[in-house]
């Protein structure tokens, strides 16, 4: 089987297919929780320690020079990055809890025994036990 016949039937694949919506989706999601603590979270917490903007914190470790730019380290950045990433966690955790609780609830129920057979079927299989018994 030749290498492009095994990568087609690879990404044809359910699972791969569910995995590429999922992180595009993902995708998604982090750009919508970055701008969400960028631009609601972040400015108010700024507000509360002194009207500090944290992507503008920054540490010059050398400064610029002529024509090359300074040298910084950039730890308000960094921070919002971590409060990003709480957040997207914290929301996969509450995701994943719902998903292990339907499963668990799904687990739990009560199989349904199956319904009775009817007269016609119970008469059907007492012929084939006894043709089986006269050979």
Do not use: H, W
């Not at 087609?8 to 999601?29: C, L, S, Y």
């Not at 919002?80 to 955790?93: G, P, S």
């Amino acid at each position: 089987m030749g290498m492009v016949q095994e990568f087609k039937e690879f990404a044809v694949k359910g699972n791969v297919v569910d995995m590429a919506v999922g992180i595009i989706i993902g995708g998604a999601f982090g750009k919508i929780v970055s701008s969400c603590v960028a631009d609601v979270v972040m400015p108010p917490i700024g507000l509360v320690v002194g009207g500090v903007n944290f992507a503008d914190l920054s540490l010059t470790l050398k400064q610029a020079v002529g024509e090359t730019a300074a040298v910084t380290l950039n730890y308000g950045k960094f921070i919002q990055t971590v409060v990003d990433f709480v957040i997207v966690a914290m929301a996969i955790f509450v995701m994943v809890k719902a998903i292990n609780m339907l499963k668990r609830k799904e687990e739990a129920a009560p199989t349904v025994a199956p319904p009775p057979p009817s007269n016609e079927e119970v008469l059907l299989a007492e012929i084939r036990d006894l043709l089986k018994t006269n050979r």
